[in-house]
Nanobody, 122 residues
Framework: QVQLVESGGGLVQTGGSLRLSCTAS???????MGWFRQAPGKEREFVAG????????DYADSVKGRFTISRDNAKNTVYLQMNSLKPEDTAVYYC????????????????WGQGTQVTVSS
């Protein structure tokens, strides 16, 4: 079972940037990867996803044009570059891995990290 560990969260002002990282315990090439977030009192929602080769990506409308997902399979790491952050981006961000490597899904992920807190102050 793959273990996922997120890092890079923190406190940032509106308009600022953060880069989240997710490092896996085994080869990420076997998995499509995704980022999700959950704000207090809200359901967890899809943020971005990427296929195993990085050839296809998908983004939630709320982050399109501001966030970029990427991966470095040599380092077993997936990234989420977040720019132009807004207070509504405040949430716990989770990394997830899907055993369907060649399609970006918005659900049906198999493995999850523990999450990293992102707080955007106004």
């Amino acid at each position: 079972q793959v273990q996922l560990v997120e890092s890079g969260g923190g406190l940032v002002q509106t308009g600022g940037s953060l880069r989240l990282s997710c490092t896996a315990s085994e080869r990420t090439f076997n998995y499509a990867m995704g980022w999700f977030r959950q704000a207090p009192g809200k359901e967890r929602e899809f943020v971005a996803g990427i296929t195993n080769t990085g050839g296809n990506t998908d983004y939630a409308d709320s982050v399109k044009g501001r966030f970029t997902i990427s991966r470095d399979n040599a380092k077993n790491t997936v990234y989420l570059q977040m720019n132009s952050l807004k207070p509504e981006d405040t949430a716990v961000y989770y990394c997830a891995a899907s055993r369907i490597p060649t399609i970006v899904l918005r659900d049906r992920y198999d493995y999850w990290g523990q999450g990293t807190q992102v707080t955007v102050s106004s």
